[in-house]
């Protein structure tokens, strides 16, 4: 039995130290997963689990978590544009968490920065903070979802239409700096879909969060595959 103890331990290690150094912190403080480690560990490894620890635990210090992370890499002129609009979306607001990962960036921000507490109504500093957001994102090449998440505090008849409600704020905001709606979609998940395990007050503050996923339109695709 105390082998089998050491041997987890060490296995346990040696993928955080490769988990570690498979996520490097860009200049920008945003986030981007490297080849290296990625490679060792393998990609069925670097699923949800790994993605909240990747997002969460060992970024204990920021202040949301961002799940389901894939680990993939993508370089060339996709990948660029990608690095730019996390570059962009973390000086706009750096009290986010922006992470690039393969042809996607996440950003999430906690609840508490966004709206009071059980309210869905966007915070002064809240609005200021997406305008600067706005700046990138209303002339960039992405398709935009916003998604609302709650901790599993309280019943999903009160947490799935909060999230809802949150995320359509964040949407209808968007719009009216300038970003058009046709690029964005909102949808709340509620607590179905934690960063993090629901286990601890620390962790519950990640979970909520409002969580921006960029993805690649068409023509930038077509850009990236060389295709005229």
Same mark, same amino acid.
Do not use: W
């Given at each position: ?56 635990? +060992?970024? !204990?210090?920021? *202040?949301?978590?961002?799940?389901? @992370?894939?680990?993939?890499? &993508?370089? =060339? $002129? ?84 909060? +999230?809802? !409600?949150?995320? *359509?704020?964040?949407?209808?905001? @968007?719009?009216?700096?300038? &970003?058009? =709606? $046709? ?46």
């Amino acid at each position: 039995m105390r082998t089998r103890l050491t041997m987890k331990a060490i296995v346990g290690a040696s993928m955080l130290a490769l988990l570690t150094s498979a996520c490097a912190t860009n200049p920008d403080g945003s986030y981007e997963y490297q080849k290296t480690g990625i490679g060792a560990l393998g990609g069925a490894v670097l699923g949800a689990g790994a993605g909240a620890l990747i997002g969460g635990k +060992s970024h !204990r210090g920021r *202040n949301a978590a961002i799940g389901g @992370l894939s680990g993939a890499v &993508v370089g =060339g $002129a996709v990948g660029n544009y990608m690095d730019r609009q996390a570059a962009a979306l973390k000086k706009s607001m750096p009290e986010a968490e922006v992470i690039r990962d393969g042809d996607k960036v996440y950003v999430a921000l906690p609840s508490g920065i966004l709206f009071d507490v059980g309210k869905d109504a966007l915070k002064p500093a809240a609005k200021e903070s997406l305008g600067k957001a706005a700046t990138t994102l209303k002339d960039s090449q992405t398709m935009i979802t916003i998604e609302g998440h709650t901790d599993s505090s309280g019943s999903d008849a009160v947490n799935q239409p909060l +999230s809802d !409600r949150r995320a *359509n704020r964040v949407r209808d905001f @968007l719009i009216s700096q300038g &970003v058009p =709606g $046709a690029k964005m979609a909102a949808i709340g998940y509620g607590s179905s879909r934690p960063a993090v395990p629901n286990d601890s007050e620390a962790n519950r503050a990640l979970n909520r969060r409002v969580q921006i996923e960029l993805t690649p339109n068409e023509k930038l695709k077509a850009q990236g595959s060389g295709a005229n």
